[in-house]
């Protein structure tokens, strides 16, 4: 289980830094993505500053040591890392495959998307949201014996779910009837990881996890958002039209 916040941390707080992550998960998806366009490997710049920002500012805020994080039962969470990331492989499997990078392309893709995109939406998504609600809970005196300890737990991955989905639903294409299969992939994968720092209390168990899957993307040729053609084509006195540079950019 995840370690505990400094005394001084009440469950007010925890709740209050729940809810600024689960917010700016959305904004910066909404926003970035799809209101201003910005394609993706900037994007995966703005979310690296916005994630470690909010890292850094909760762990500063509840007072909890980033070394408990990270070395808290290392060696099961090295192996929870690789079996979350295994047991996303099948679900890839369903995904639209097209033709992955080759030679520095590969490698830079790896790098970029792979580590550093991966590494950041694990903190985003199956770390900070599991810690604050456990914490908040632990705060409020629900954790500590084995019944109260599986209650909060649940609590936890509802916590991550809820941020899980609405940082997807600001990407364009998470968006619509159409998308909910892929919302319920996201969920399950992202879930997977959650549960993986849940038990560990290691960060590095869901980061693992993210990397090994987006590793599987990049090599199966499987586009990750942002994707480049969600735009629709509006009709426009009965012709259809690019509705962006982004949808002009895909048709051509």
Not at 195 to 205: D, E, K, R, S
Request: proline fraction near 7%.
């Amino acid at each position: 289980m995840p370690v505990g916040a400094d005394p001084s941390f009440g469950w007010q707080d925890a709740v209050a830094a729940f809810a600024i992550v689960a917010f700016l998960a959305f904004l910066v998806t909404w926003i970035v993505t799809d209101l201003l366009e910005v394609p993706r490997p900037p994007y995966v710049a703005i979310l690296t500053v916005v994630t470690l920002g909010l890292g850094a500012g909760y762990l500063a805020w509840s007072g909890t040591a980033l070394v408990d994080l990270v070395t808290k039962n290392l060696g099961w969470a090295v192996v929870a890392g690789f079996a979350a990331g295994g047991l996303m492989a099948p679900g890839l499997r369903r995904l639209p495959h097209g033709v992955p990078p080759e030679g520095r392309s590969r490698v830079r893709a790896l790098v970029w998307e792979g580590v550093v995109y991966g590494t950041v939406e694990a903190l985003l998504l199956a770390t900070l949201p599991v810690l604050a609600v456990w914490q908040s809970l632990g705060a409020a005196g629900r954790t500590g014996s084995t019944w109260a300890d599986l209650g909060s737990g649940a609590v936890a991955i509802v916590g991550a779910l809820i941020v899980i989905a609405v940082h997807h639903l600001g990407y364009r294409e998470f968006r619509g009837p159409h998308a909910r299969a892929k919302l319920a992939g996201a969920l399950l994968a992202c879930g997977i990881q959650a549960l993986a720092f849940l038990v560990t209390g290691n960060l590095l168990a869901p980061v693992i996890a993210h990397i090994v899957l987006h590793a599987q993307m990049v090599l199966g040729g499987i586009e990750m958002p942002p994707s480049e053609r969600v735009r629709p084509m509006p009709v426009v006195g009965g012709v259809s039209r690019p509705a962006s540079r982004r949808t002009s950019d895909a048709v051509r």
